[in-house]
């Protein structure tokens, strides 16, 4: 059974009497452990279909069923509650608290979760150790570089286990290095039993998930398999760059 399973799901926004047709029965199934890119121009439907997958919109015609359970129909607590519990999310801006630790953001799902506080960081500093960050756990977010803070929220989407990471345009902040370090971390997670969804315009981003999703005018132009690079091995044939604090502010609220 996928993971993730579309049927003909469409999504129409009404502007005034313009209808906008986002996606157009699009079809579309994931498997777990599977590592998809998602790729198209602004206005393609790819930020809309990430947002039916993430439980964040609803469809307004055709079924999404999750790991076999239809979810399209379910009320706001009832997709709240499938989002903290299946779900991970890893945006563009990092989406951390600035003043807080790195500690403290990873907790802040679990915290929504009501997860009791020694539960909770055992659990944040387990996700930290997991992306590399178990010397940077007391840091706040602004004290970190781009690729660290990018950790940080991937390790704030692994702390509730989920088993479908979905990731919007994760590297379009980040230098080269630093996009084939996530790379390398969202391939371990993928061979570690998590599956993967990104969305980028980035044919190099692209280049190394196991699959590519095209989409043009609402609907899926092309669905390719491929032998994804392996970023472990690009990773050690580019030469670091000393590790600055970034640049650009965090985002100051963030949901989970």
């Not at 993971?3 to 209808?19: A, F, N, P, Q, T």
């Not at 190394?208 to 690079?229: K, L, N, P, W």
């Amino acid at each position: 059974m996928p993971l993730i399973e579309l049927d003909k799901v469409s999504k129409v926004y009404r502007m005034g009497d313009v209808e906008v047709h986002a996606l157009r029965e699009v079809s579309f199934t994931v498997e777990e452990r599977d590592f998809v890119a998602v790729m198209g121009s602004s206005g393609s439907g790819k930020s809309t279909l990430m947002n039916i997958i993430g439980c964040l919109d609803r469809p307004t015609g055709g079924a999404y069923r999750l790991d076999g359970h239809e979810v399209s129909r379910l009320d706001r607590r009832e997709l709240a509650r499938v989002r903290n519990k299946t779900l991970g999310f890893v945006f563009q801006s990092f989406n951390l608290l600035s003043r807080t630790s790195a500690l403290e953001n990873v907790e802040l799902p679990l915290l929504y979760g009501g997860v009791p506080a020694r539960e909770r960081h055992r659990r944040a500093l387990e996700a930290l150790g997991r992306v590399g960050l178990a010397e940077r756990v007391h840091h706040r977010s602004n004290e970190m570089s781009g690729g660290q803070q990018q950790r940080v929220a991937v390790a704030r989407a692994l702390v509730t286990h989920p088993r479908l990471i979905l990731a919007d345009e994760p590297t379009g902040n980040l230098d080269s290095r630093t996009t084939i370090e996530i790379m390398v971390l969202f391939q371990e997670l993928a061979a570690a039993g998590i599956t993967v969804l990104l969305v980028t315009h980035e044919p190099d981003v692209a280049a190394y998930a196991s699959r590519v999703v095209v989409m043009r005018d609402g609907r899926i132009r092309t669905d390719e398999r491929q032998q994804g690079r392996r970023a472990a091995t690009d990773l050690a044939a580019t030469a670091p760059i000393e590790d600055e604090p970034a640049a650009a502010p965090v985002a100051t609220e963030a949901s989970a």
